[in-house]
Structures are given as C-alpha cells and as structure tokens.
C-alpha cells in the first residue's frame, strides 16, 4: 500500500522532493488511511469522544407532548379580548410531570410551571408577570398571542428522524441528546491504540538528574496530552536512545501493538538518512521536507499494519506537526470519514511579522478583544521552534500561506484557536 504511495508521489509532475505543499502532504495522508473496523457497543457515557458506527434514530418526539416554556397560565387564544384586558379564571394546575387532568372551558385557564404538559384545548402560555391574580381570577393586558410561550412536540427531535449518522464523533452536547431520546447503550468504533517514543542521546526522563548537555523529554508529555484530548487510547514507550538496534526494537513493538506509531526526533536532515534505512528495512515510509515553518521535516508510511509518523524533534514543531497532519489523520482512522477542518478566521494583526514566501507558517500569537470589542491577534515574541512556551502561553496559530510575505500590523491574518486539543 505504501509502495502505492511512494509510487504516487514519484509520479505526481510537480512534486517537489525538497518541499512538499502543506496541503499536498495532507491529502497524500489521506489516501493512505483506513479506519478501524472494530466495533463495541458501550455505555453511553462511555462513548464520549468515540465514533458511531452506527446512525441514531430517534425513537420517539422529544418533547413528546406540547409543553409550557414559562411559568404561567395557559389558555386558549380563543379567549383572548379583542381588545383591552382579557380575564380567566384559574380552574387548576398543571406541574411538570403532574399533567392537569380536567377539560379547560371557555373564559378558564389553568395555572402552568415550565416544563408542564399544555392541558388539551389550551394554545398559549402568558407569562405569571403579566398577570394580576384575584380571587381565582387573572387579568392581564392585550398583547398576549396565540403559540406564545409553548413548546412543541418534536420541536428538538421528530420520531424516525435521524439524529446522528456512523462517523458522528460524540462530544458532551450528544452525549445529552442522546440520553433525551432514552438510549442508554451505543455502538461506537473500538479506540485507536497509538504507541509513541521519544528519540535521542541527549533526552533525560522526568525524575532523573540532568546531566551536562541533556534536555529533559517534554515531547512525550505534549504527544500525551493531545492524544488524550483526542480520547486515543495512548502507549508511552519512553525515550530510545539513538541506536539502530534499539530503535528497531522498539518500532517492532510499537507495531505489533497499536494501530498509530508517532515518533519524535531523528527525522531532520543529518539523522535522517539513517532513520531512513531503519525505516525502510521495517516498513515504507517517506521522507519529506515539508514546506513550512515550525515543522520541516516529516515521515510517514506504514509498519507492518501500523500508520507511522515520525515528528520533528523540537518541542513547538512536534505541536505544530500533530495538529496540522496527526490529528485529522488520527479522526479519519477513528472513523470519522470526513473529519470538520480545524477553524480558520480572519482577524486584525496588532503587530509587524517577518515572512518569507515559500512556505506556510504557524505562528503562535495571542487572540483577544480591544475595547472595542474588536478582535486582534498579537504574534508572540520568540517564534523559535524549541521554545514551547510560545505555545503554552498562545491561544491560536497565526496561518501564513505558503505566498504571502510580511505582515504589517493592522493588516488581516487568518488565526486558528489551539483550544480544541493542543
Ligand atoms: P532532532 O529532530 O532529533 O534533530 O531534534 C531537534 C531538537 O529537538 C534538538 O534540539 C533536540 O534536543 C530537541 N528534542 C528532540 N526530542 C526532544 C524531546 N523529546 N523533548 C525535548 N526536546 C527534544
Ligand atoms: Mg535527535
């Protein structure tokens, strides 16, 4: 299959070995993933950020019966004064779960809570603070229309509609939708199993001593939060040193446990030849330098069964690199077949940044309003790839196509939130 992929890319006329589109390498991706097939069904809370593998119908209305909106009375519009003050009298109550059982007569109404079902032949809710109550009676001015203040059968889900289709990834709002139409079991597709490590001599492990010359490995840490986020189901393989027999060893294992290996580190020029041979003696990756800034160089292929993608080793390009390629792929394999893009939108940017055309840039800046309620982006300081505090610190990408130059401030930039996973 992979061969498949190196032979397409060989092929396509303008492929460029040295830089290879953002968007091109997306859709390169793409045509080599195939969701899991395996299905579960789970307890619905369980389900939360899982995908369907199946569409859900709605087996009943939901509302299954015309209710009150508001606290108030209901009535028949019928009733209502042509014109001037209208008064009913008040023949009982009607509370939610507690359904008034009498008919409601002409000149009657009936004293509603939000929530009640609307006694049969009433029409209307007026609201309790329009009304003056007296001896059983109330009196409220013109104003008052027909449908007011009701809430409809079926007006959230019909019987028989479709209320989600396979592949719908289930957040919180659907967690409660579900519920609503009282299904307690779904099927989803079984978790993607994702096995990551860290390469390289100079990484040190959390609670050990640093020696001279070494950085602590945070990348494990960034690829465990995102994947989290993103409800994988995730496998720390910790660091590999860089030694061929280790690294073998430990892609072997990786592949014959999880359907996604991520590795960072050892991809970039210099070491890459060397990640190359291992890696094609293993499986078909390619090796591409991607045309963008935070996150150059890139590998991606197959081991065994297992989609590989071998990360840039810089903490910021790791981020950049999982958000921009990783996590769609991960989505489309969780089986979601067309996953939402991430959001883009445009915003004013309050401040100067250099560019040159070439590549599409991922800037980290700092969305918020002004007291205009205008929203504006300012670019962080330090853009360094290995500075991941312009990533903890941002809350969006400032995206920077591949054509465009430098920006002044006060012209537009395209910005997309990091809240979602990062
Ligand atoms: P590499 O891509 O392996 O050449 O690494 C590029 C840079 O990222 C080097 O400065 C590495 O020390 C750093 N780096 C690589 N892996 C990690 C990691 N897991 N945590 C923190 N820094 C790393
Ligand atoms: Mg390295």
Known sequence: MTQDLIRTISCAD??????????????FIRDFLEPVQTRESLALRAALGCVLAQDILSPCNVPNHNNSAMDGYALNADDLAASGATTLRVIGTALAGKEFPGEVGKGECVRIMTGAVMPQSCDTVVIQERVQLKDERITFDEGVKRGQNLRYAGEDLKLGQTVFSAGHLVRPADLGLI??????????YRKLRVAFFSTGDELASIGEPLASGQVYDSNRYTLYGMLTRLGVEV??????????????????????CADVILTSGGVSVGEADYMKQLLNKLGQVVFWKIAMKPGRPLAYGKIGNAHY??????????????????????????????????????VICS???????????????????DKNGQLKVEPMGNQGSGVLRSMSEANCFIVLPEACGNIAAGEMVSVQLLSEFV
């Open 14 to 27: 303008d492929y460029d070995p040295d830089s290879m589109p953002v968007d091109k390498a997306r859709r």
């Open 179 to 188: 519920a609503s139409l009282g299904i307690a079991e779904v099927k989803v």
């Open 235 to 256: 496998i720390d393989m910790g660091v590999v040193r860089d030694d061929p027999a280790l690294l073998e060893q430990a892609l072997n294992d990786a592949a014959a």
């Open 309 to 346: 993608f071998g990360l840039p080793g810089n903490p910021v390009s790791v981020m950049v690199t999982f958000y921009q390629f990783v996590r769609d792929a991960m989505l489309v394999l969780m089986g979601q077949p067309d996953p939402a893009p991430i959001q883009q939108f445009q």
């Open 351 to 369: 401040g100067n940044i250099k560019k040159a055309p070439g590549r599409t840039e991922f800037q980290r800046g700092i969305l918020s309003t």
